[in-house]
């Protein structure tokens, strides 16, 4: 058996490290051998990490526990937790995720008892990488480009950090979109991504619009977007965008430019930017924004819209 303690903002490479152990696992009884819980009470928390596998082998669970670090547990839990994993079964792996909202400068608490505990076993932060750290998004894209037998050039891979940031699912999506457009030779040029990938400034221009209510404007700027992407892409871009500005309108009259940028992993300059925008906007309409656009994300992906575009314009417009 394996305990594993994964935690931090980077919720692709927190995937990423999951889909490895899965891997392992027997896929005919994939079902039965892969199991994920959500902040499960203690009593059934307990009663998981006791779970014994049966015929088909190794089993791997996964337990999502970001709920567990705000709140404080007894003494006595602990010590019932710390026997049990002590003494599961060897052909159980358990994951213990702690995934962190991007972009709004959390951290887990680590005096907490569960953390110094999670902390003894194969525990890794997963941060996300600075925007302003362009070389290193630049050499993660180029590998994670070669793990799809991609050739990127110095300009390709210029032109897609310029573009997307440092959100490595996105980047990830793009590169699986620039797959399709290198073939057969799966050499990407500068221009292909141009040409093809979503950009920064193309959310810029939604955003800015949203961010003054200029709803025609917006929703001219997010159909031209329709012709790149899907819209959960767009929104998945837009709700890094709008963390950002709940963070700097809710912190900005305790935080300097320069500290709102640390927290954040921002460039300096697009704070200050940014903070001049949002003068002309309102915190709590902001915070609607983002529950509207959640909502209709979940409605989409649970199947519960028919039109996914227009679900994403009538979020914009509540």
Known sequence: ????????EEDFNIDAEINKLKSSLDKNFIDMSYKTYDN????ELISILRTQPMMFGKMLIVINCLEYFSKTFEDKEIKEITSALENNSENLDIVFVAQLPRDEGKKLDSRKKLFKLLSKYNAL???TIPTYKTTEIEAWTKKQAQSKKLKMSQDALTAIVSQVGNNLRQIDNELEKLKIVSYPDYLVTGEMVRENCISNE????????????EKDSALKEYRKLLDKKFCLEITSALQKMLGQWIVMKAKSSQLSAYELAKELGMNEYRVKITLQKLKKSNLRDLVKLKENITEAEYKIKAGQSLNPDSEIENAFFK
């Open 202 to 213: 193309d959310l810029f221009a939604l955003s800015d619009y949203l961010m003054v209510g």
């Open 40 to 43: 499960p009470k203690f009593p």
């Open 125 to 127: 932060e997963f941060q």
């Open 1 to 8: 058996m394996a305990i594993y303690f994964y935690y931090g």
